[in-house]
């Protein structure tokens, strides 16, 4: 199994910045993507940002310009360096991942990290 935690969701104002990390552990053997999702309330769960090992990221166009994600692989974590940051993109962030452990493939998420921004 793997296990994603989050850190860094708070509150802040407008134009503000925060930076979200997400660190995954367990019997990880590979891991072939890392993201970030976000959910709010009354919507559906949206691709914020992506990274596949290897890969370029991808971004959510609401979102480009304003948020990086980046990787550090050895340490299987994934960061969201949030700027400009607007009323809108309030919402409950997660964490995701594709990985390989010793015994299967999956897809994983972790308990996701409440981002308020304030106008």
């Known amino acids: 199994q793997v296990q994603l935690v989050e850190s860094g969701g708070g509150l802040v104002q407008a134009g503000g910045s925060l930076r979200l990390s997400c660190a995954a552990s367990?019997?990880?053997?590979?891991?072939?993507?890392m993201g970030w999702y976000r959910q709010a309330p009354g919507k559906q769960r949206e691709l914020v940002a992506a990274?596949?090992?290897?890969?370029?990221?991808n971004y959510a166009d609401s979102v480009k310009g304003r948020f990086t994600i980046s990787t550090d692989n050895a340490k299987n974590t994934v960061y969201l360096q949030m700027n400009s940051l607007k009323p809108e993109d309030t919402a409950v962030y997660y964490c995701?991942?594709?990985?390989?452990?010793?015994?299967?493939?999956?897809?994983?998420w972790g308990q996701g990290t409440q981002v308020t921004v304030s106008s």
């Open positions: 990274v596949t090992s290897g890969g370029s990221p």
């Open positions: 367990g019997s990880i053997f590979s891991m072939y993507a």
């Open positions: 995701n991942c594709n990985a390989k452990t010793r015994t299967s493939f999956g897809n994983y």
